[in-house]
């Protein structure tokens, strides 16, 4: 089925926040540099914060800690991570005006919408507030609300059950390769954003950015 009838069909749709609905993974990752080196423990490797993309922001303090023998301070990490990135996300326009005006138009079709992600409430409600999707905040999914993380399917599943949608009749932005496994393992249709390969070998359909996807998308409704 052609991605512009499948959107079309789709009775709601779920976005991924960090690298998906938001442009924000540099922002992600110079957070991730800066909690550390607060911590006074070793900035990022080079590639280190990238070979762990698609991990929720828990698990991602985790390997990160233990690679420096501090498994101990994962709380401290994380204040101090929620701190760096909510200074940089402030004002920086992480989500694109086309990927708002999806969201407004699907609401505009009567469609459903969420966001299931990785990361924490206190870090993704600023960002979509700042960004007028204030609608999108009963309808998430965060690493508070489960009990594995993606490739798990089980936030997908949980995002399904709040919009009222069973999965097969969703569509999920994804940018990872664990994000897409996930959707695929709750039955779910996906679209892969960027330019993540493995990603967009397992998803149906895939854009070079989470922008033009939108565009598509759009112009199909």
Known sequence: MPFEERIRKAEGVIFDFN???????????????????????????EGEYEALLGLSDLDISHNLLS?????????E?????????LNLS?????IGHRTVELVNELHHQGK???VVTGTFRSLLEPVLLENHLDSLVPFTVTVEDVSR??????GFLKGADALGIVPRGVLVFED??????????????????????KATNLAEYSFVSMESAAQAALHAL
Do not use: C, H, Q, W
């Open 19 to 45: 690298g998906t609905m938001s442009n924000d993974e540099a922002v992600l990752e110079e957070s991730y540099d800066i909690a550390l080196k607060s911590l006074d423990l070793e900035p990022l490797f």
């Open 67 to 75: 690679t420096r023998s501090a498994v101990g301070r994962v709380e």
């Open 77 to 85: 990490l994380l204040e101090e991570l929620a701190s760096a990135y």
């Open 90 to 94: 402030r004002g920086a326009s992480l």
């Open 112 to 114: 459903m919408v969420g």
């Open 149 to 154: 993380g993606k490739p798990s399917p089980e």
């Open 176 to 197: 990872s390769e664990s994000g897409v496994k996930a959707a695929r393992a709750a039955g779910m249709s996906t679209v892969a954003v960027g330019t993540n390969k």
